[in-house]
């Protein structure tokens, strides 16, 4: 069966594949191109446990086609790190255990990239607003907004 051939950016890398008209970029991230960071919560855009960024604007990539990735930028959470240096948002997770079973860890690691990339220096309210749309069953959200605090910290020092 023939599929729609797709051009793109992930992670700054070009990255050509077929795909199916109904197929998700969620599933064409995980199942064609082995990027499986990005997790399949609700299959709704309601967890986040998926959110990417795509052109520079946080969303859910259950809710995105994958040829809808034609010609454009996409980032996850595999992009983050610089071969072992972690990302500061992934190293303060890890220092202030916000995480525990990691489904909902990706997306809410990108999420807090897209908050801190337009506003370096939120306040906790405005942490937890831009976070809003990242459910975790396990942790709670206290570690993590913490942790985003903390990171939010380090990266106006660097």
């Known amino acids: 069966m023939a599929g729609i051939a ?4 992930i992670n700054g890398d070009a990255f050509e594949y077929l795909c199916q008209p109904d197929e998700t970029l969620l599933d064409v991230l995980r199942d064609r191109l082995g990027l499986t960071g990005a997790k399949e919560g609700c ?30 930028q ?9 071969g072992d240096q972690l990302h500061p948002l992934q190293q303060k997770f890890l220092e202030h255990a916000a995480l525990q079973c990691g489904i909902c860890t990706p997306g809410f690691l990108i999420a807090a990239k897209d908050l801190l990339a337009k506003n370096p220096d939120p306040t906790e309210e405005e942490i937890r607003f831009g976070l809003a749309g990242n459910l975790c069953r396990c942790t709670g959200y206290d570690k993590i907004v913490r942790a985003v605090q903390d990171a939010a910290n380090v990266m106006k020092g660097a």
């Open 6 to 9: 797709v051009s793109t950016t």
């Open 74 to 82: 996409v980032e996850t959470v595999e992009g983050m790190a610089h």
């Open 43 to 72: 299959g709704t855009g309601d967890c986040g446990a998926c959110s990417i960024i795509l052109d520079d604007r946080l969303v859910c990539s259950c809710l995105v086609l994958g040829a809808e990735a034609e010609g454009r």
